[in-house]
C-alpha cells in the first residue's frame, strides 16, 4: 500500500505544507517540548526561557507569538506588578507534541548517525 497523495496535491496551502510553517523556526519543537516535558503544559514566561538555553530573548519573544497566532499556544497575562505572563499548550499544542516526541526519540535512537552528518553551513554544531 502506498501512503501519501497526488503530486497535485500538493498545492501551496495544503496541509503538510502548511504543518511545515509552523517549524519556520527551530526553536517552535523545542518550546512544545519543553512546556510538555519540563513544565506539564504551562510556564511563566521567564522559567519557560531559563529552560531553553541559548535561545535570545528575541527570538523567544517572536517563537512565542508566532505560536499563539497558530493556536498552539494561549498567552495569559496578569496585572502584577512587575507583570507576569503565563504560556500553556492549547489542545492543539498538546496534539502536536505527540509527533515532536516521536521525531526526538528518533533522534535519541539514532544520535550516533546524526553526529556522522556534515553540519550545515548556517549551523552552530562544531
Request: net charge positive.
Amino acid at each position: 500500500m502506498k501512503t501519501g497523495s497526488e503530486e497535485d496535491q500538493w498545492r501551496e496551502d495544503c496541509a503538510p505544507r502548511r504543518v511545515l510553517e509552523l517549524f519556520s523556526t527551530k526553536w517552535t519543537s523545542m518550546v512544545l517540548h519543553t512546556l510538555a516535558v519540563r513544565h506539564d503544559g504551562t510556564a511563566r514566561s521567564n522559567a519557560l526561557h531559563r529552560s531553553l538555553p541559548d535561545i535570545s530573548k528575541k527570538m523567544f519573544s517572536q517563537t512565542l507569538r508566532q505560536m499563539e497566532a497558530a493556536g498552539l499556544v494561549l498567552r495569559t497575562e496578569y496585572p502584577t506588578v512587575p507583570p507576569s505572563v503565563d504560556y500553556a499548550l492549547t489542545p492543539l499544542g498538546v496534539q502536536l507534541v505527540e509527533p515532536i516526541e516521536l521525531i526526538y526519540d528518533w533522534a535519541r535512537r539514532n544520535a550516533g548517525a546524526l553526529d556522522a552528518l556534515q553540519p550545515r553551513a548556517t549551523s552552530r554544531r562544531q
